[in-house]
């Protein structure tokens, strides 16, 4: 049985930094690929970031792009979102997904429960 669990998040001013982490169980890393969502209030769920075993280049959306920076550690089985100069609208509830099979270009098999973050002045 696959499970992610994610850690971190919680409530940091404007231009403040929160890291996210997720720990994976049951799937190895190495050969999947790893990312991460995010779901705000009324809006649909929209992906961040994600690190492929493919290739050495992670995907970045638009909003995420240099603030945000994912990685992974195979041998640990995890993965992390390091997110600086947080904005308001980057609000939301985060969630690590894990698919087996390298890509970032199809559907995740996995999900983690979600962790909240909250950026407020």
């Known amino acids: 049985q696959v499970q992610l669990v994610e850690s971190g998040g919680g409530s940091v001013q404007p231009g403040g930094s929160l890291r996210l982490s997720c720990a994976v169980f049951?799937?190895?890393?190495?050969?999947?690929?790893i990312g991460w969502f995010r779901q705000a209030p009324g809006k649909g769920r929209e992906r961040v970031a994600c690190s492929s075993s493919e290739t050495d280049i992670p995907y970045y959306s638009d909003f995420s792009y240099g603030r945000f920076t994912i990685s992974r550690d195979n041998a640990k089985n995890t993965a992390d979102l390091q997110m600086n100069s947080l904005k308001t609208e980057d609000t939301a509830v985060y969630y690590c997904?894990?698919?087996?099979?390298?890509?970032?270009?199809?559907?995740?098999?996995?999900w983690g429960q979600g962790a909240q973050v909250t950026v407020s002045s």
């Open positions: 049951g799937l190895s890393l190495d050969q999947s690929a």
């Open positions: 997904a894990a698919r087996s099979g390298g890509s970032c270009l199809y559907e995740f098999d996995y």
